[in-house]
């Protein structure tokens, strides 16, 4: 049940991805679907508007338990260090609500490792792929999937599995971390703001006149005048999408958590407990366990699925 549920939300989001976009590859046209979440960058770069936030985290441990079992390796392997918070003022008020709360499902994931977040754009890779898939009509709508029998890009590619109605080479979003140049970019380097930001722009300025400022970070606590209603904030981190956008439109992108990168033990961007600074984008933040203030954001790229 679990499973399905988690199709059908995401057939709903795919409907309204832009799918008039095409790419050449090797003088053959392919259409390009986004991907639920995703912005466009350039050429062929998108970025998730928002940092992982617990709600998707969660549909990636219910699909998982549903497939393999609360005992299995690959489902203990995923869960959140949920005492992170621990080693916060906030001990004992966050433990227990912040992943597990509804209150919660729209803030950014915390308390993940670097491989938990590669094994999550792995997982979410393969459920947007077997979606398209679907929607092209190249494969059945299976929903009785079991821990040997489930889909895979590489299962299609190879073609041993099992509901192939037919093959075909298709473009897929596929869903990674960014390494740390990537992660800059991103943010907004390069462009002829400081931050990546333009407090110009019309929700910026909402925000602003609203809230005093456009990133969640130790200011923005430090003023009581300034806090958002409760209803979008918390006590340490905020909804995803509570504050500012950078020049992309992409939220919490120097604020809220820091974000995790591809590279070993850095992640970027400030965070609700850090001050925010001068050069905000080209800062390396340390990421040497998991905490309550790093979270991450996948990339995307067209990747073209070649059956044999």
């Known amino acids: 049940m679990i499973y399905r549920i988690t199709l059908i939300l995401l057939f709903i989001l795919l409907s309204s991805c832009d799918t008039t976009k095409y790419l050449m590859i090797d003088n053959q046209q392919y259409e390009v679907v986004t991907g639920p979440g995703l912005i466009f960058i350039n050429d062929n770069l998108y970025a998730d508007e928002t940092e992982a936030t617990n709600v998707m985290y969660l549909e990636f441990i219910d699909w998982t338990e549903g497939i393999f079992g609360k005992n299995s390796i ?21 433990n227990d609500q912040y992943f597990t709360q509804p209150h919660f499902a729209e803030y950014p994931v915390v308390g993940i490792s670097l491989k938990q977040a590669e094994l999550y754009s792995k997982w979410r890779t393969d459920r947007v792929a077997e979606i398209i898939l679907i929607r092209k009509g190249l494969i059945k709508p299976e929903f009785t999937y079991s821990k040997d029998n489930y889909f895979t890009i590489e299962k299609y590619t190879n073609g041993n599995y099992d509901w192939i109605i037919s093959k075909e080479n298709i473009l897929v979003p596929e869903y990674i971390l960014p390494n740390k140049n990537e992660w800059e970019l991103i943010a907004g380097k390069g462009s002829n703001l400081p931050n990546g930001i333009d407090s110009t722009l019309r929700e910026n300025k909402k925000t602003l006149k609203k809230y005093n400022y456009l990133s969640n970070t130790a200011e923005f606590h430090s003023n009581i005048k300034t806090k958002i209603k409760k209803s979008r904030c918390g006590i340490a981190t905020c909804e995803a999408m509570a504050l500012g956008a950078n020049i992309y439109g992409l939220y919490g992108i120097l604020g809220n958590v820091s974000e995790l990168t591809s590279n070993n033990g850095i992640s970027k961007g400030r965070n609700w407990k850090t001050w925010f600074t001068d050069n905000q984008i080209e800062k390396d933040l340390p990421f040497d366990s998991v905490n309550a203030w790093t979270g991450f954001r996948n990339i995307a790229r067209q990747r073209l699925l070649k059956v044999k």
């Open 74 to 94: 690959e489902f203990k392997q995923i869960q959140l260090d949920k005492s992170v918070w621990d080693n916060t003022k906030f001990s004992g008020k966050l």
